[in-house]
T-cell receptor
Framework: DTGVSQDPRHKITKRGQNVTFRCDPI?????LYWYRQTLGQGPEFLTYFQNEAQLEKSRLLSDRFSAERPKGSFSTLEIQRTEQGDSAMYLC????????????FGPGTRLTVT | AQSVTQPDIHITVSEGASLELRCNYSYGATPYLFWYVQSPGQGLQLLLKYFSGDTLVQGIKGFEAEFKRSQSSFNLRKPSVHWSDAAEYFCAVGARGGGNKLTFGTGTQLKVEL
């Protein structure tokens, strides 16, 4: 069990640029979640995948955000035309399908938009 | 919609003293309940979870939590705090069924005085 990994750990970008983050879940986990955490707040749900299918998206996920999980393994989260309000920690989690919903979190990608 | 309230933003305790962190939830049925801990630069680590059955659940690092349906609460306790417990603690509620997404509280920052 190598855990959930995320890359990069830190990203500084200028407003208007596009950024992409990667998440590698625990290998046998078929559910993958993205959350966003801003300073002083708890994580907020963005979207989740079961295998390669994106099954739910939060209203927080504006049309500038897109997430993919093309082969049901790793996932990418892209933010287009970044804004200063996008500055946050982006967390990925994975879990096994079923009723227990024990989600394992990665270390996160901290995005700073200048 | 599900929600979580953690009424204490900051708590300071002396090392060796007992600890209780409060969590109240709102959910239409019996929820899944979780406590996570987050240290600076680290991802969220699961301390314990409640799914069903015994309302007193034991977790890692000597933590326990009690589910009280009548009070919609899931408070976290530890009989003797260690300096290494200083971190931010998040309570979360998970929906049963669907994507099992987690809804987090705003967190409680624990400071331990030596």
């Amino acid at each position: 069990d190598t855990g959930v990994s995320q890359d990069p750990r830190h990203k500084i970008t200028k407003r208007g640029q596009n950024v992409t983050f990667r998440c590698d879940p625990i290998s046998e986990h078929n559910r993958l979640y993205w959350y966003r955490q801003t300073l002083g707040q708890g994580p907020e749900f963005l979207t989740y995948f079961q295998n390669e299918a994106q099954l739910e998206k939060s209203r927080l996920l504006s049309d500038r955000f897109s997430a993919e999980r093309p082969k049901g393994s790793f996932s990418t989260l892209e933010i287009q035309r970044t804004e200063q309000g996008d500055s946050a920690m982006y967390l990925c989690a994975s879990s096994l399908d079923g009723t227990s919903n024990k989600q394992y979190f990665g270390p996160g990608t901290r995005l700073t938009v200048t | 919609a599900q929600s979580v309230t953690q009424p204490d933003i900051h708590i300071t305790v002396s090392e060796g003293a007992s600890l209780e962190l409060r969590c109240n939830y709102s959910y239409g049925a019996t929820p899944y309940l979780f406590w996570y801990v987050q240290s600076p630069g680290q991802g969220l680590q699961l301390l314990l979870k409640y799914f069903s059955g015994d309302t007193l659940v034991q977790g890692i690092k000597g933590f326990e939590a009690e589910f009280k349906r009548s009070q919609s609460s899931f408070n976290l306790r530890k009989p003797s705090v260690h300096w290494s417990d200083a971190a931010e603690y998040f309570c979360a509620v998970g929906a049963r069924g669907g994507g099992n997404k987690l809804t987090f509280g705003t967190g409680t920052q624990l400071k331990v005085e030596l």
